[in-house]
């Protein structure tokens, strides 16, 4: 871990705004807390997340803000107008969760913590963009402008998809990208590329006991699956796999006609990534000519570009400045986020996080309340430093 160095932009905003209302006004636990709650209510699996956007949208109206719209994939936009000409900055939250529609939202509190499915990832990022625009919008004009967005399809299969359509209408209004996705103190400039497949077998299928010895979908794959779990991978740089869904067959007693699995690949070199999914392509390859009266396919589900920005960056060493103003350890770090898709653009932009969580996209998901104050006060200085860049 680098140690950031704070830089004067940091420096004298963080002097000129801890006398301001602003400063106080940004730090209202309570109340961004009731927003990521009333967020975290609304159901938003990937690919279902018109009902959420909606209340976006219209706390997005009721703020203030200008040329407020939402485009056919539910990503809702917000504008606050600068006073220069010119590019202008994006910050961004994801709306979906990786829960079900029918999934029980009902929250708990333990001491500093809340209990939810999704409320960490990422209900309270939400929230704490439209505090951020509630705050904003009540001070004098920023010197550039700034594009408020919840996106879509973030998610699992949700491929960036959101992201994706987001910096295609905006490319030509913002040079800079913050992104609402992460822990408390962590600053993500660099992109994971991952690549996502389904990989199915058909099968002719039949009765467990009468048509004994026919090809069996699930046991193709099992057979399959076995051999992907011994795929070669560097641990420099990283790059990972995982079988995460496999479902197939009817019941007990018959044989199979369908399987399949999800299978995930990632890794900080797209080189590397290209390698492992070239390794996979040429065991589903094997397996389809071995196995006989079966089909044996994989389909490409899911790729995400990577992409990243030097530690050096201007915007990485604000962002590092401002949670260190607040005192926070400030940690540089990879991973798979919507700043993959600007940075994979040549847009700089980098992932930050005003709280912190656990147990993310399992059913007791908690946040903890206590660095939101800090967190949005870090939250507050890089935008506004970036703001006056």
């Known amino acids: 871990m680098a140690e950031p160095r704070p830089g004067a932009p940091v420096e004298g905003l963080h002097r000129r705004l801890a006398s301001t209302h602003a400063w106080k006004a940004i730090a209202d636990t309570d ?14 699996p990937t690919f279902d997340e ?3 956007a ?27 107008p600068g006073q220069r000409p010119g590019s202008g900055i994006l910050i961004t939250a994801h709306t979906d969760t990786v829960f079900a529609r029918d999934v029980n939202l009902e929250v708990r509190r333990e001491g500093n913590r809340i209990y939810g499915p999704g409320l960490s990832d990422n209900s309270i990022s939400v929230a704490a963009l439209l505090h951020l625009a509630q705050v904003m919008q009540q001070q004098p004009a920023p010197g550039r402008t700034i594009w408020f967005v919840a996106n879509t399809g973030e998610e699992g299969l949700g ?45 002719p299928g039949g ?5 004994w010895g026919a090809p069996s979908a699930v046991h193709v794959l099992v057979r399959l699956a076995v051999r992907l779990t011994d795929l070669a991978v560097p641990t420099d740089p990283k790059t990972t796999f995982n079988v995460g869904v496999v479902q197939g067959g009817t019941t007990v007693n018959a044989i199979a006609q369908q399987a399949s699995l999800l299978l995930d690949l990632r890794s900080t070199a797209e080189p590397h990534l290209q390698a492992l999914a070239e390794q996979v392509e040429a065991i589903v390859a094997d397996v389809a000519a071995q196995e006989r009266g079966v089909t044996v396919r994989a389909d490409v589900v899911g790729d995400r570009p990577g992409g990243n920005i030097s530690q050096e960056h201007p915007l990485v060493q604000l962002a590092g400045a401002a949670y260190a103003a607040l005192g926070a350890e400030v940690r540089f770090d990879a991973a798979s986020t919507d700043a993959n898709v600007p940075l994979s653009r040549g847009i700089p932009a980098v992932c930050i996080g005003m709280s912190r969580g656990g147990n993310a996209h399992r059913l007791d998901e908690y946040l903890e309340i206590d660095d939101i104050p800090a967190g949005m006060r870090a939250l507050l200085l890089l935008v506004c430093a970036a703001a006056e860049a």
């Open 50 to 52: 018109a009902e959420r």
């Open 159 to 203: 491929n960036l998809r959101g992201m994706r359509a987001v910096i295609d209408q905006l490319r030509d209004q913002v040079d800079t990208v913050l992104v609402i996705d992460a822990e408390y103190g962590t600053v993500v400039h660099a992109g994971v590329a991952s690549r996502r497949y389904r990989i199915s077998v058909e099968a």
């Open 54 to 80: 909606r209340y976006v949208r219209d706390r997005m109206v009721a703020l203030g803000l200008e040329h407020v719209h939402m485009d056919e994939l539910h990503n809702v936009y917000g504008c606050l």
């Open 31 to 44: 109340a961004i807390v009731e927003a990521a709650l009333a967020i975290q209510q609304i159901p938003a």
């Open 207 to 211: 009765h467990a006991w009468q048509d």
